[in-house]
């Protein structure tokens, strides 16, 4: 009898405790920069383009082929008249978030820190009713990034923290 | 079978079919009992629906590559498994490890077992009946963890953080005081557990002398874990086989002598204990400095070799036997799953017992069906 009375008093004791539970669609949990939900692509507000380049290291680099890159020259490089520094620049931009497993590699082998996980809570809630609408094109892919909506964490790879 | 009896009737034994079987709920185990009224007489259990063959995966792809991999093997501890599989790699490539990565390591490993023996608490509270109590109050605290793990890693389940060689990136910059705070929400959370459970004489009506095994039969299954410390074989890798920094530092292996589904509860709940002991000892250790050697290749390679790397996973040992031929990739890999071997004691503890007992038997052997199928 003694033993189900201490279980009733731990019950008892939670009971008085505040709730750690929040009301999730309509509060939501601040996330930590660190978050990983999606890769995204970034945007060069500077020249106004994506960094990318296509240069397919993040496809050929991805455990779970998710990724399809497709490279173009840029219509805005410095020979043409433009002003940008991309001799290529990425076309076409496929990332099938249903296959994505976030492992974070594509970040971690891009050349030019043009991609970077999605730290916001639009990155986790990604719910559609067919399975298709899970491919995102490069529009869908950089349209968080040129909104500013986002501010990424790049990770720095094997340094440890400045003192 | 018909026996001479003052009945006229005869009597059947009757099949039992146990378990979900639907290929999209995550980890299930499908066991039939030949159940004669309440007794079980015999149980075949059906493994195999989770098989994602993570083994010849990871033989097609890159060592980085393959950390993913390792964290789907054991979603309720990746850390530990992503640890056998870098730690063979390391060994095979014969990199050193940072110190403080090293240190780092284990304090990462040990909160994930405060993570997945909260996990086991709830989920075996639920087993023997209590529901919604336990499990809820096991997964505050492990949300606590977790939530520590995602401002280190990103992630909350698949962390794919360490690296062959060291960690992927340094931890934040008030990582320590952020344990400490952890570290007091799990102590908390094993004292509601003590009071919850341990005592209750409803509790241990239940799970007293259920479920027995010897050790001498627990050896012979190749069990391995708290499920093995129970019938009292001071069998933890830690100590037989020290990695990481275990020699360094003071802790105890729990053992208990019943050898019944209370003493695995009690094993786990005080190993919870010798975990946060464990990772005070390494937040005291813990020095600034380099996470990775010093010269790390572009491109992992490793010499032609093979090796057999295990670790103390909070279900047992998870090892990790890699052959290399050369090159980036695994010639062949193959995950030694504790949770496997500790199934195969299920039909030895369940026959004779009744219905409901054989389901706590399952729940207290912890298993994660992942880690089974591969």
Same mark, same amino acid.
Request: net charge negative.
């Given at each position: 009898?003694?033993?189900?009375? =201490?279980?009733?008093?731990?019950?008892?004791?939670?009971?008085?405790?505040?709730?750690?539970?929040?009301?999730?669609?309509?509060?939501?949990?601040?996330?930590?920069?660190?978050?990983?939900?999606?890769?995204?692509?970034?945007?060069?507000?500077?020249?106004?383009?994506?960094?990318?380049?296509?240069?397919?290291?993040?496809?050929?680099?991805?455990?779970?082929?998710?990724?399809?890159?497709?490279?173009?020259?840029?219509?805005?490089? =410095?020979?043409?008249?433009?002003?940008?520094?991309?001799? =290529?620049?990425?076309?076409?931009?496929?990332?099938?978030?249903?296959?994505?497993?976030?492992?974070?590699?594509?970040?971690?082998?891009?050349?030019?820190?043009?991609?970077?996980?999605?730290?916001?809570?639009?990155?986790?809630?990604?719910?559609?009713?067919?399975?298709?609408?899970?491919?995102?094109?490069?529009?869908?892919?950089?349209?968080?990034?040129?909104?500013?909506?986002?501010?990424?964490?790049?990770?720095?790879?094997?340094?440890?923290?400045?003192? | #079978?018909?026996?001479?009896?003052?009945?006229?009737?005869?009597?059947?034994?009757?099949?039992?079919?146990?378990?979900?079987?639907?290929?999209?709920?995550?980890?299930?185990?499908? #066991?039939?009992?030949?159940?004669?009224?309440?007794?079980?007489?015999?149980?075949?259990?059906?493994?195999?629906?989770?098989? &994602?063959?993570?083994?010849?995966? +990871?033989?097609?792809?890159?060592?980085?590559?393959?950390?993913?991999? #390792?964290?789907?093997?054991?979603?309720?501890?990746?850390?530990?498994?992503?640890?056998?599989?870098?730690?063979?790699?390391?060994?095979?490539?014969?990199?050193?490890?940072?110190?403080?990565?090293?240190?780092?390591?284990?304090?990462?490993?040990?909160?994930?077992?405060?993570?997945?023996?909260?996990?086991?608490?709830?989920?075996?509270?639920?087993?023997?009946?209590?529901?919604?109590?336990?499990?809820?109050?096991?997964?505050?605290?492990?949300?606590?963890?977790?939530?520590?793990?995602?401002?280190?890693?990103?992630?909350?389940?698949?962390?794919?953080? !360490? &690296?062959?060689?060291?960690?992927?990136?340094?931890?934040?910059?008030?990582?320590?005081?952020?344990?400490?705070?952890? !570290?007091?929400?799990?102590?908390?959370?094993?004292?509601?557990?003590?009071?919850?459970?341990?005592?209750?004489?409803?509790?241990?009506?239940?799970?007293?002398?259920?479920?027995?095994?010897?050790?001498?039969?627990?050896?012979?299954?190749?069990?391995?874990?708290?499920?093995? %410390?129970?019938?009292?074989?001071?069998?933890?890798?830690?100590?037989?086989?020290?990695?990481?920094?275990?020699?360094?530092?003071?802790?105890?292996?729990?053992?208990?002598?019943?050898?019944?589904?209370?003493?695995?509860?009690? +094993?786990?709940?005080?190993? #919870?204990?010798?975990?946060?002991?464990?990772?005070?000892? +390494?937040?005291?250790?813990?020095?600034?400095?380099?996470?990775?050697?010093?010269?790390?290749?572009?491109?992992?390679?490793?010499?032609?070799?093979?090796?057999?790397?295990?670790?103390?996973?909070?279900?047992?040992?998870?090892?990790?036997?890699?052959?290399?031929?050369?090159?980036? %990739?695994?010639?062949?890999?193959?995950?030694?799953?504790? +949770?496997?071997?500790?199934?195969?004691? !299920? %039909?030895?503890?369940?026959?004779?017992?009744?219905?409901?007992?054989?389901?706590?038997?399952?729940?207290?052997?912890?298993?994660? !069906?992942?880690?089974?199928?591969?």
């Amino acid at each position: 009898m003694r033993g189900i009375a =201490k279980s009733m008093l731990t019950t008892l004791s939670v009971f008085i405790r505040p709730p750690v539970t929040r009301f999730y669609p309509d509060v939501h949990r601040p996330l930590p920069e660190r978050d990983r939900a999606f890769p995204l692509l970034l945007w060069d507000k500077e020249i106004d383009e994506p960094f990318c380049t296509g240069c397919h290291a993040c496809e050929r680099a991805c455990p779970v082929e998710c990724m399809t890159v497709l490279m173009k020259d840029n219509p805005n490089h =410095k020979s043409v008249g433009g002003t940008s520094g991309r001799r =290529k620049i990425i076309d076409k931009f496929w990332i099938d978030y249903a296959r994505c497993m976030r492992c974070n590699i594509c970040v971690e082998v891009c050349n030019f820190d043009a991609i970077a996980m999605n730290n916001t809570w639009a990155g986790h809630e990604t719910s559609v009713h067919d399975r298709k609408d899970l491919v995102m094109d490069l529009q869908q892919l950089t349209t968080l990034s040129h909104n500013g909506a986002i501010k990424e964490w790049v990770p720095v790879l094997g340094k440890a923290n400045e003192a | #079978m018909v026996t001479e009896s003052a009945s006229e009737f005869e009597t059947q034994d009757l099949l039992l079919n146990v378990g979900p079987q639907h290929p999209s709920t995550h980890g299930v185990f499908r #066991m039939v009992m030949q159940v004669d009224g309440e007794v079980v007489r015999e149980v075949i259990p059906y493994i195999g629906y989770l098989h &994602r063959g993570a083994e010849k995966l +990871c033989e097609t792809m890159d060592y980085r590559q393959g950390i993913g991999f #390792m964290d789907r093997t054991e979603y309720l501890a990746a850390m530990n498994a992503e640890l056998s599989y870098v730690m063979a790699v390391e060994t095979l490539a014969e990199l050193e490890v940072p110190e403080r990565a090293q240190w780092i390591r284990m304090i990462l490993v040990e909160l994930n077992r405060l993570a997945s023996h909260l996990m086991f608490m709830g989920a075996f509270g639920v087993d023997v009946g209590v529901f919604g109590t336990p499990f809820i109050y096991a997964w505050r605290e492990r949300e606590a963890v977790i939530d520590l793990f995602e401002e280190i890693s990103g992630d909350r389940m698949m962390y794919a953080y !360490l &690296r062959p060689g060291g960690l992927a990136w340094d931890v934040p910059t008030n990582f320590v005081p952020r344990v400490r705070e952890v !570290l007091t929400a799990v102590r908390q959370g094993i004292a509601d557990f003590d009071g919850l459970l341990t005592k209750n004489e409803i509790f241990i009506a239940r799970t007293k002398g259920v479920g027995v095994i010897s050790a001498a039969d627990a050896i012979d299954f190749g069990m391995s874990g708290p499920s093995i %410390r129970a019938s009292g074989v001071p069998l933890d890798v830690r100590r037989e086989e020290p990695y990481l920094k275990y020699n360094d530092i003071n802790w105890n292996v729990i053992t208990r002598t019943e050898g019944d589904v209370y003493a695995r509860y009690l +094993c786990r709940l005080d190993e #919870m204990r010798e975990s946060v002991k464990i990772v005070e000892q +390494c937040l005291e250790r813990l020095q600034p400095g380099a996470i990775m050697p010093e010269k790390m290749p572009r491109m992992l390679r490793t010499p032609p070799g093979e090796i057999y790397v295990r670790t103390e996973a909070p279900r047992g040992e998870f090892g990790v036997y890699l052959v290399s031929k050369g090159g980036n %990739r695994p010639h062949r890999l193959k995950v030694r799953s504790a +949770c496997l071997s500790n199934l195969q004691a !299920l %039909r030895h503890m369940t026959i004779g017992s009744y219905v409901a007992d054989a389901l706590i038997v399952l729940g207290s052997i912890d298993i994660v !069906l992942s880690e089974v199928d591969r």
